[in-house]
């Protein structure tokens, strides 16, 4: 009887004991994390905790969500949770200058109109027409405001970044200036043969309605301090006052964004006739100082990208010096190029990182396996583009078009120059994003301009002013935010079986297209057979086409079970995979957790 009340008595305090240890672990340990992820996925980067430190002032974040009305969408409630994870680990780590508000804006609700109001995207659903709201809106106490309109699936690697920089933004407290130094006439100018005046590039207009710009002058002799990225565009024959000045500027963490030409097709020159137009332009020797280098006098010719071109009468022709870049050409990783599904570019340069240089290369745009370099005076005279095609000899290598370059560099100029002797020498890093074409810029590559009454319009067909805003934006913010890239994605997928079914699919896949084929062809003789008469009526088979009949017959059923077999063969491989995993977690693992609680109390008791 007392063995049974100790017992009892015994349960009574581990029970009492097990919601003590939870309730104080709640209360004590509440804030406590342990990211055990591989990519530390719910880990915040030191340059998101470098933002939060800086905060000045309050913030409030309102995550609007939709929450019933996507109780049967697990994908889109799967992200929702990840997004308001991340948020909470923000609030945690900005020492109380960030609040967190979640919202779930019910149909004609108030919440619903602030939602609307904020700018936030509503997107309809397809099953119920009901409207489902997933973005972002962050405050401060001015009523400054920015937002992040919808939260994408398919941009999961950057939520750390898309969020740092709408904290980010509300620091800053005006548009990021952009100064300008161009070598073509990118605001617009006069074209000499026309005899009238030329429209600002488009380009311009996309730039102009995030950031602010100046334009500066090409014989300048030091870039001003308020300008947060200088945007240099085919800088031809820059004195050394100005080269020296870049240098500095880079130097004392100005961010630049260039464009360098070996042959730029939008420089038309001054438009007088028989003017011989200088096509080329660099950045020596500032490009060795940053460890890297253009390609002198070579352009891309690339027979994988190269674009479709009209020659006159109906003919067109693929012309390998333009280049339409996919998707699978852009560096997916970087916040630069990710989600870009076409970049045009056309003569454009190679890019190459110096052996030994100090900083980091790190291509954005790359060509196909199909391409070769070929001379850029061959561009002068080409009359088809189809005699570059038939030259065309790829070296299977992809070439760099476009690259990020940071990291510590020295100057170009260790001893200055004439009359500036004291500038400086070296950085512990440089950020900019070097792109070996200008022509990319032009209107007639990425974008038809329509008039509108009196207004013109942008229609895209691609994504060439994407690429280039999201380079200054990413330029302009402060050294922390460019260094919070994509940290990976929270949907891992299952390697091994997608490789069981690539490689069950390269087996079966020629026998089934086999099989599909010869019951084709059995249905098609069947049918045959079997076909009507003229007048509906169905012919009468004598005893050979009955026995052809069944023999067909017969092959389609003996056909349809082979390509059973064959579809059942594609999987067996995974679920065996399955059957395995499920023996080690049902069986296994807890066979040998039995064993070794027998091995320890056998020893226990030898020991005894």
């Known amino acids: 009887m007392k063995r049974i009340l100790y017992s009892g008595l015994g349960l009574l305090l581990i029970a009492v004991a097990f919601l003590l240890f939870n309730g104080l672990s709640g209360a004590l340990l509440s804030g406590a994390r342990l990211d055990l992820t591989e990519q530390k996925l719910y880990t915040l980067s030191p340059g998101t905790r470098q933002i939060l430190a800086s905060l000045d002032e309050p913030l409030t974040l309102r995550l609007f969500y939709s929450d019933q009305a996507t109780g049967e969408l697990p994908a889109l409630r799967n992200q929702a949770r990840r997004v308001e994870e991340l948020l909470r680990t923000y609030v945690r780590a900005a020492d109380g200058k960030l609040s967190l508000q ?11 109109d602030e939602a609307a109001q904020a700018g936030l995207q509503a997107v309809p659903l397809n099953t119920s027409g009901d ?22 699936l398919d941009q999961e690697a950057f939520l750390e970044y898309e969020i740092s920089r709408l904290i980010h933004g509300l620091v800053r407290r005006e548009l990021p200036v952009v100064g300008v130094l161009s070598g073509l006439q990118l605001n617009g100018g006069f074209d ?3 005899r009238q005046p030329t429209a600002p590039w488009m380009i311009m207009e996309e730039i102009r309605q995030l950031f602010r710009i100046e334009s500066l002058d090409a014989d300048l002799d030091e870039i001003p301090e308020h300008v947060s990225v200088l945007m240099l565009v085919h800088p031809k024959q820059l004195s050394q006052p100005t080269l020296y000045a870049i ?5 004392r963490g100005g961010k630049l964004l260039a464009f360098v030409d070996p042959y730029s097709e939008a420089d038309t020159g001054t438009g007088f006739p028989g003017e011989e137009i200088e096509r080329a332009s660099s950045l020596d020797p500032l490009l060795a100082a940053w460890g890297v280098r253009l390609a002198p006098d070579q352009v891309l010719a690339d027979g994988g990208y190269g674009m479709t071109v009209g020659m006159g009468a109906g003919r067109a022709v693929r012309h390998p010096a333009w280049v339409s870049l996919p998707s699978e050409a852009v560096d997916p990783e970087d916040v630069v190029t990710a989600g870009l599904e076409a970049v045009n570019l056309a003569s454009a340069g190679l890019l190459e990182p110096l052996a030994g240089a100090s900083t980091r290369f790190t291509p954005l745009l790359r060509s196909s396996p199909l391409s070769m370099p070929v001379d850029a ?8 583009p189809e005699e570059l095609l038939r030259d065309l000899r790829p070296d299977g290598q ?30 512990g890093r440089i950020d900019l994003i070097l792109v070996a074409d200008t022509d990319l810029l032009s209107d007639h590559l990425w974008v038809q301009v329509q008039q509108f009454f009196g207004q013109r319009v ?37 390697e091994v079986v997608q490789t069981l079914q690539r490689q069950a699919e390269t087996r079966f ?23 009507p008469a003229d007048d509906g009526q169905l012919l009468e088979l004598n005893a050979e086409q009955e026995t052809a009949v069944r023999r067909f017959l017969d092959e389609k059923l003996r056909i349809r079970k082979e390509l059973r077999e064959v579809n059942y063969q594609l999987n067996a491989d995974i679920e065996a995979l399955g059957r395995t995993l499920k023996f080690l977690n049902i069986a296994l693992v807890p066979l040998l957790l039995t064993l070794g609680a027998l091995a320890v109390w056998f020893w226990r008791r030898r020991r005894a």
Do not use: C, H, W
């Not at 979640?102 to 108030?110: A, C, K």
């Open 398 to 427: 992809r070439k760099v078009l476009a690259a990020r370059i940071e990291g510590p560099a020295r100057s170009a100029y260790l001893e200055g120059i004439e009359g500036r002797k004291d500038g400086l020498q070296e950085a």
């Open 131 to 152: 409207q489902v709201y997933f973005g972002l809106v962050a405050s401060n106490a001015r009523g400054d405001r920015q937002v992040i309109p919808f939260f994408a």
């Open 102 to 112: 979640v919202i779930d804006p019910q149909p004609f609700s108030e919440q619903e």
């Open 377 to 384: 005076k061959r561009l002068g005279v080409l009359g088809n």
């Open 247 to 251: 240098d500095q500027f880079v130097l």
């Open 192 to 194: 000499m043969l026309a």
């Open 458 to 494: 942008p229609q895209p067909f691609a994504d060439n002013a994407g690429f280039v805003v999201n380079a200054l934006d990413n330029l302009a913010g402060s050294p922390a935010l460019i260094s919070v890239r994509s940290r990976g994605r929270y949907q891992r997928p299952f």
């Open 509 to 531: 896949l020629e026998q089934e297209q086999r099989l599909q084929q010869r019951l084709a062809e059995t249905e098609r003789q069947l049918a045959e057979l079997q076909r």
